[in-house]
C-alpha cells in the first residue's frame, strides 16, 4: 500500500517518452506494439512539437509532403491526400492529429507536462523523471523525443520588457493568429523562419523593417497544389520508393544521384544544370547537381555565385541585393532556405532591409529598436532569432544518475553520444535524432523512424536475453564523436557559423553536433552495430532487480 502521506506512487512504466511530436507520438507506436507500458509526456497542450508551436505565418515544410510523412504503415500513406507539394504548419499538424486518432496513441500521452528532472538509480536500473507539477514516473527505459530546434531563443536584448508594442517569437507563435494590418513590424532574423514569414507578413504591415545579420541562401520551393497522377504514381510504389529514399545522404527520394564534379564540365553546361534545377525548385535537386557541392569549396563556388546572380537579378536596388547575397559561406553549409517571393519582397515600397553586421542591435526600446547607427519606430517585433539547437531540450531538463553524473557536465565541452542514439554513463536512456545523428540533415520523419525501430530492436534484444540494462562504452562514444568530427571536416560545412555548431548562442561550445555522413551510411552502420550484438554497447543484467 502506498503512504498517504507521501502522495500517489509514482507511475509505473517500462518507458518514459519526454515528448509528444513526431517522435514521441512514433514511439508510442511501436513501443506499445511490444506489449511495452509506455507513456509520452508533452509541454505543448497538444501533440505535434514543431509543428504544434510554430504557428507563425508562412510556416511550411521545405521538404515534399509524399517525402516528409511516416511510412510505417502503408495504409496511413495511401489514404492521406496532401494538397500541396509542401505541407502548410496547419496541414501537417492536421496529420500528426490523425495519426494520433488513427492509431490510439492520444491515450498515452500526457499534455501540459513538462519534464524537469531525470534521475536513473544504478541499484534498481531504472529512470525517475519528475513533471513540473511535481508527479513522479518510473519506468526501465527512457526515450528522449523533445526535438532539436525546440527550446526557442529570444536574443537577451536589453530593454525588451519595455516595449509597449507586442512581440512574438516564430517558435512561439500565439494560437489566435496575429494580424500585422497597418502595423509597423520589425523582424529580426534571416533563417528558415524569417524567409517564410517575411513575405506574408510585408502583405499585411504598414511598414516591414528586416534586421537581417548574416544573408542566407534561399531557393525557390516553386511549391504548388498536388497534381493528382503524380500522387498516384508516387502512391503506386510507396513502399520501394521509401526504401530507395533510405539508400540516400539526405534520406529523401526521387533525385537522380549526381555523377561528376562541378568543375568538369563547363561553365556554360554547368549554369544550364543549376538554371534547370533553379526552376524545378527544392533544395536536395539543387545541392545534387554535382557531387562535390559540399565537399569542394571551388565547386561549391559555382553554385553559390550562381545562386548570388539570382539574387542580384531579382532584387532591383543593387545595394539591398549585396546585402542580401550571402558572402561569408559556401551554400548548403548552413540550412538551405526554401521561399516564395522573398527576395523580391525586397522590391516592396513598404519593405526595408537593415544591416545590424554593422550597426548592431543595441536595444529594445520602449518604442522600437536602436541599432548602432540609428532608433527605428516600431509597433511589433517578431524574434525569428532561432533555436538552441540539437542540445537545449536536453540541457533544460536535470539529467543525472545515483553514480554522480550528469548530463550538463557531461556535455560541458560539446555534446558526446555514440551514433547519437546513448550517452556513455546514463544507462537506458535513449536520444531521437540529437546530436551525433543525421536527423537534422534528412528527411527528419525517416531519422524518427529508423532511431525508434533501432531501439525499439535494442529493447526487444534485452528483454529477450533478460538483460535489464543497455550503455555505450566510453571508448565507443569517443570514437563516434570524433567520426562525427572527422566526417564533417571532410566537408565545407564548418566553414559556416550555423547552429550545426553552437554558433547561434553565446557561449554555447563551437562543435560541429550532426553527422553528415549521410543517412545510408549511418543507417547501415547501425544495423551492423546490432547485428554483432551491441559492438561498443554494454548490456548487463542487474542482479537486484527480476528481469
Ligand atoms: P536560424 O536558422 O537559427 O536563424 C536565426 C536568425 O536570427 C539568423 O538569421 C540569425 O543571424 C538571427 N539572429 C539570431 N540572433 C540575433 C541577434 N542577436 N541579432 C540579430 N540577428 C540575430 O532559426 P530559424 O530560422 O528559426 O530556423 C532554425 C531551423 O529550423 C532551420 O535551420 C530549419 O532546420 C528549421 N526550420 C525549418 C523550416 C522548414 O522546414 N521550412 C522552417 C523554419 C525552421 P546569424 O545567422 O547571424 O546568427
Same mark, same amino acid.
Given at each position: ?22 517522435? /514521441? ?7 506499445? /506494439? ?6 509520452? =509526456? ?51 499538424? !492536421? ?35 519528475? %513533471? ?26 536589453? $530593454?525588451?520588457?519595455?516595449? &509597449?508594442? &507586442?512581440?512574438?517569437?516564430? $517558435? ?16 529580426? +532574423? ?6 517564410? #514569414? ?6 499585411? *504591415? ?39 529514399? =533510405? ?29 534547370? !534545377?533553379?526552376?524545378?525548385? +527544392? ?7 554535382? @557531387?562535390?557541392?559540399?565537399?569542394? &569549396? ?8 550562381? *545562386?548570388?546572380? !539570382? ?13 542580401? *547575397?550571402? &558572402? ?14 522573398? =527576395? ?23 518604442? /522600437? ?15 525569428? @532569432? ?5 542540445? $537545449? ?24 553520444? =555514440?551514433?547519437?542514439? #546513448? ?5 537506458? #536512456? ?13 528527411? #527528419? ?92 554497447? %554494454? ?9
Amino acid at each position: 500500500m502506498p503512504d498517504a502521506s507521501h502522495g500517489p506512487a509514482p507511475r509505473q512504466l517500462d518507458v518514459a517518452i519526454v515528448g509528444g511530436g513526431l517522435a /514521441g507520438l512514433y514511439a508510442i507506436h511501436r513501443l506499445r /506494439g511490444m506489449g511495452l507500458r509506455v507513456r509520452a =509526456y508533452e509541454a505543448g497542450s497538444g501533440v505535434g512539437g514543431t509543428w504544434f508551436w510554430n504557428r507563425y505565418p508562412g510556416a511550411r515544410c521545405d521538404v515534399e509532403s509524399l517525402e516528409y510523412s511516416y511510412s510505417f504503415s502503408d495504409e496511413l500513406q495511401q489514404e492521406w491526400k496532401w494538397p500541396e507539394r509542401y505541407g502548410t504548419q496547419p496541414e501537417i499538424l !492536421k496529420y500528426i492529429n490523425h495519426v494520433a486518432d488513427r492509431f490510439d496513441l492520444r491515450r498515452d500521452v500526457q499534455l501540459d507536462t513538462r519534464i524537469k528532472s531525470a534521475l536513473f538509480d544504478s541499484k534498481s536500473s531504472e529512470w525517475t523523471l519528475k %513533471t513540473d507539477s511535481g508527479e513522479e514516473v518510473r519506468a526501465r527505459y527512457c526515450v528522449m523525443a523533445a526535438g532539436n530546434l525546440s527550446t526557442p531563443r529570444v536574443p537577451d536584448f536589453k $530593454g525588451i520588457h519595455d516595449f &509597449k508594442g &507586442k512581440w512574438y517569437h516564430t $517558435g512561439l507563435w500565439p494560437h489566435e493568429g496575429v494580424d500585422f494590418t497597418g502595423l509597423r513590424v520589425g523582424v529580426i +532574423g534571416t533563417g528558415s523562419s524569417g524567409v517564410q #514569414m517575411i513575405p506574408i507578413i510585408a502583405q499585411q *504591415a504598414r511598414h516591414l523593417t528586416v534586421f537581417q545579420r548574416t544573408a542566407n541562401f534561399s531557393l525557390p520551393a516553386r511549391n504548388a497544389p498536388m497534381e493528382p497522377e503524380r500522387e498516384s504514381r508516387h502512391k503506386a510504389d510507396y513502399p520501394a520508393r521509401r526504401r530507395a529514399a =533510405y539508400d540516400t545522404p539526405f534520406a529523401i527520394g526521387g533525385y537522380p544521384r549526381p555523377t561528376k564534379s562541378a568543375l568538369q564540365v563547363s561553365a556554360e553546361e554547368r549554369n544550364a544544370s543549376y538554371e534547370s !534545377k533553379w526552376q524545378e525548385g +527544392g533544395s536536395i535537386s539543387y545541392l545534387y547537381t554535382y @557531387t562535390d557541392l559540399l565537399v569542394n &569549396k571551388d565547386s561549391n563556388d559555382t553554385a553559390s555565385e550562381f *545562386a548570388r546572380n !539570382k539574387i542580384r537579378g531579382m532584387v532591383k536596388d543593387q545595394k539591398v541585393a549585396e546585402l542580401l *547575397a550571402p &558572402k561569408d559561406h559556401p551554400i548548403g553549409t548552413k540550412r538551405l532556405c526554401l521561399d516564395t517571393n522573398y =527576395y523580391e519582397t525586397y522590391n516592396r515600397p513598404n519593405v526595408s532591409l537593415v544591416d545590424v553586421r554593422s550597426a548592431p542591435i543595441q536595444e529594445i526600446t520602449a518604442t /522600437g529598436l536602436r541599432t548602432a547607427a540609428r532608433d527605428f519606430e516600431l509597433d511589433a517585433i517578431v524574434f525569428a @532569432t532561432g533555436f538552441d539547437a540539437m542540445t $537545449g531540450a536536453l540541457r533544460e531538463i536535470d539529467v543525472r544518475t545515483s553514480e554522480g553524473a550528469v548530463l550538463r557536465d557531461h556535455w560541458e565541452g560539446g555534446p558526446l553520444t =555514440y551514433l547519437g542514439l #546513448m550517452v556513455s554513463g546514463f544507462p537506458n #536512456m535513449f536520444v531521437v535524432t540529437g546530436p551525433g545523428s543525421p536527423g537534422v540533415k534528412t528527411q #527528419m520523419i525517416a531519422s524518427i523512424e529508423q532511431h525508434v525501430d533501432w531501439i525499439a530492436d535494442a529493447i526487444g534484444h534485452l528483454r529477450q536475453h533478460k538483460l535489464d540494462r543497455i550503455e555505450p562504452t566510453p571508448q565507443a562514444e569517443s570514437e563516434w564523436v570524433e567520426h562525427v568530427n572527422q566526417v564533417a571536416d571532410s566537408t565545407l560545412y564548418p566553414l559556416a557559423n550555423s547552429w550545426y555548431m553552437g554558433a547561434n548562442i553565446p557561449g554555447k561550445p563551437r562543435v560541429f553536433m550532426p553527422y553528415v555522413g549521410g543517412f545510408d551510411r549511418y543507417k547501415r552502420h547501425c544495423d551492423e552495430v546490432a547485428a554483432k550484438g551491441y559492438e561498443g554497447f %554494454t548490456l548487463t543484467r542487474n542482479a537486484t532487480v527480476p528481469a
